[in-house]
């Protein structure tokens, strides 16, 4: 037996998928006998001849049947013999041909609707009827489901205006803002309590007076967090919390975590063990906890939160912002003024799209999930144990589906579905549809009854990424104004957000933001250089962009996972270390590309496919990067042993005479100390006064 054809149909019908090729398809040869997942094809004829020349006398047909996973349709095509049928490439080619016309790709919008005229439970009923049922489960499930259609409302619309976005950002050099009020003007005031709280926190226990602002009631979170204990560490190196503190909000540590992509439709040869990454997001933290520590070390240290309260926009001038909001349970607008404002608002944020235009981001992952108190069956699964990647089906209506799933408190677990997405008008990716599949396919993946399991919360956002080529083609900054977390794109190709990213980075934003403030340095010029670039990961977005299925465009459906399983089967024989220091932005030039060559040896046809999915475009862009690479690492080794060290002793005589070349210094030494492998990673960085308390005036 061959299997001659494997196609992916994106729909969900597959009954109607039958009925055309049982009713509708006609091979041109053969007689048609329907089988009940498709038919077999025959031969009319006298074959007598043809058929002496097959081995083991197998019968003279081809198998055509569909099946249903994920929540769309597969087709395979199967030979019984040796030989290839009569006319075989003609009826796989019209086959083809005809399948995709009748079932192209389809990406659905959600309707418009009328909250004044009816609930969000009635008006989403119709056309996601899983998604309803299962949020109005949830405490506080339709304020949560109100929201994911708001976040993608407002993901669409930056997607689909690029060039024109909502101006948000008002500059007036000419006539300057009127005199703060002092009861209203802070040094920093951040829009988004999310990863804005964990910085702001840090930024008012330095002595700056801090205001944060945001549009959720404080505290709620839509994604629960995880992270290594090496990495979390640097809140107490920084001060932030002490040892205790921090265990306080760590209300797991898994023993493992697996990474395993489906292989069933892959060669022997492009099969993989599963990777074993027992320190990558072992620490489950309690977010709503950690989030409302944060707030009460910000509000202890001066600072104040404004929750509930939309952004609406900022005027600037030389001396100061000031930032319009509107409280949301009153509408009442109201202006505050500061030194500077810091942008936290993620995927959400139009300032982003304002500073950006066309390129605010070139990647995104649409995440959707849940936390579940209990209803697994025992048997199910461990909760010392968590999947990091984890893939159970191929590519499912033009998106490649992975799995993520963290233990928890208790019977808790978090699990979430995302893919990795191509920005693009026409599909911008949907959390709603990837809600319709979450709920449809979970019993796939983890068996369970979806109605005995115990709905916590749901888990859902846009987490973008940026491709960047250097550490300047992205703007993250204005005069006065500065972006962190995903609003930055701080995000990492693999399973990283914009948390474990700020908070590898924390020390380095930090020291950096400190210095640019203690010496007025708010410029354009100055803040943009305030950003965590690091020339190993922009290098890899082309592993990402290999995961993403292009708009409109079919695949093999087993494509991305043969990808993902020639690298990480790679990873899965090499030391621990080596894949954890990969997957944490720690790889070094020399482990790039010894693993690259490695890949390129065991999967010849990996270059063949990235070029198919990059395209000449992209992949010249990507060479680029190889470049700034392999540039930025013989920068390092030439300056790594001594340069750090140099500038410790040379600060107390240059940051007062020269404080812009102070910050220029602090940011080279900076991006050639930070991503090292942490066996090479023993360089003293620069003890900058950022981690002394401030007391400002």
């Not at 496919?609 to 990067?625: H, Q, S, T, V």
Request: one cysteine or more; glycine letters at 6%.
């Amino acid at each position: 037996m061959k299997e001659v054809l494997y196609l992916e149909v994106p729909i969900s019908d597959t009954a109607a998928v039958r009925r055309w090729l049982q009713m509708d398809f006609q091979p041109g040869i053969g007689e048609k006998t329907l089988t009940p997942d498709g038919f077999c094809l025959k031969i009319l004829t006298d074959t007598t001849a043809f058929k002496q020349t097959i081995s083991e006398k197998l019968p003279t047909e081809l198998s055509i049947f569909v099946w249903s996973v994920q929540r769309t349709t597969y087709l395979k095509v199967f030979r019984w013999a040796d030989q290839p049928f009569p006319q075989e490439k003609e009826i796989v080619l019209r086959l083809k041909t005809e399948i995709r016309q009748r079932f192209p790709h389809r990406y659905p919008e959600p309707p418009t609707i009328d909250l004044s005229q009816q609930s969000i439970f009635e008006a989403l009923a119709p056309y996601y009827p899983l998604t309803v049922k299962y949020f109005q489960k949830m405490p506080n499930g339709e304020y949560d489901l109100k929201r994911a259609y708001w976040w993608e409302q407002r993901w669409r619309e930056g997607v689909r205006n690029p060039k024109e976005p909502r101006q948000v950002v008002f500059s007036f050099p000419p006539s300057p803002l009127p005199p703060a009020l002092p009861n209203l003007h802070y040094d920093l005031i951040y829009i988004g309590g999310a990863l804005g709280a964990v910085h702001a926190a840090v930024m008012a226990k330095l002595g700056y007076k801090v205001l944060l602002v945001e549009r959720l009631p404080f505290g709620r979170m839509n994604r629960e967090w995880n992270i290594s204990r090496d990495e979390i560490q640097s809140l107490v190196n920084l001060g932030l919390v002490t040892n205790a503190e921090l265990e306080s909000i760590i209300v797991r540590e898994y023993k493992d975590g697996f990474n395993k992509f489906f292989d069933g439709n892959n060669p022997p040869k492009l099969r993989s063990p599963i990777l074993h990454t027992p320190t990558v997001l072992n620490l489950a933290l309690d977010s709503e906890k950690w989030l409302q520590m944060c707030g009460q070390k910000l509000r202890a240290a001066g600072g104040d939160i404004w929750d509930e309260t939309e952004f609406m926009g900022v005027d600037i001038d030389k001396s100061q912002v000031a930032v319009t909001v509107k409280h949301l349970p009153t509408q009442e607008q109201k202006q505050v003024t500061g030194r500077l404002l810091v942008d936290a608002m993620g995927t959400a944020s139009p300032i982003a799209w304002q500073l950006n235009g066309g390129r605010a981001f070139d990647s995104v992952c649409p995440t959707v999930g849940a936390v579940v108190d209990g209803g697994f069956e025992p048997e199910v699964w461990d909760s010392q144990y968590g999947d990091v990647l984890y893939s159970h089906g191929d590519i499912s209506r033009g998106r490649q589906l992975i799995w993520e799933l963290f233990p928890g408190a208790g019977e808790e677990l978090t699990i979430y579905l995302f893919h990795y997405h191509e920005v693009n008008p026409e599909n911008p990716g949907s959390l709603l549809e990837m809600y319709e599949d979450f709920f449809t396919i979970l019993p796939e993946y983890r068996r369970c009854d979806l109605d005995k399991l115990v709905w916590k919360k749901p888990t859902f956002g846009y987490i973008p990424g940026h491709f960047s080529t250097s550490s300047s083609d992205r703007t993250i900054a204005f005069d006065r104004l500065i972006a962190i977390g995903d609003a930055a794109s701080l995000q990492s190709p693999l399973v990283f957000t914009g948390f474990g990213s700020l908070v590898r980075n924390l020390e380095r934003l930090t020291t950096l933001l400190d210095t640019a403030l203690k010496h007025d340095l708010l410029s354009f010029r100055h803040l943009n250089k305030i950003r965590a670039y690091q020339s190993n990961v922009s290098v890899t977005w082309l592993f990402s962009k290999g995961m993403m299925v292009p708009t409109g465009k079919f695949l093999p459906p087993q494509r991305i996972n043969s990808m993902l399983n020639t690298f990480f089967g790679l990873l899965a024989d090499e030391p621990t270390e080596v894949a954890d220091n990969f997957i944490k932005d720690r790889c070094d030039w020399l482990t790039f590309n010894r693993l690259a060559l490695k890949a390129a040896r065991k999967n010849p046809a990996l270059l063949w496919w990235i070029w198919e999915l990059a395209g000449p475009k992209d992949l010249f862009r990507w060479l680029g990067n190889y470049f700034n690479f392999s540039s930025y690492a013989l920068v390092s080794t030439l300056l790594n042993p001594w340069f750090p060290h140099f500038l410790c002793r040379i600060q107390p005589w240059l940051e007062p005479r020269n404080p812009a070349l102070w910050l220029q210094l602090l940011v080279i030494s900076y991006a050639i100390t930070t991503g090292k492998p942490r066996s090479a990673n023993q360089t003293p960085t620069v003890k900058s006064e950022a981690i002394i308390p401030i007391r400002n005036s």
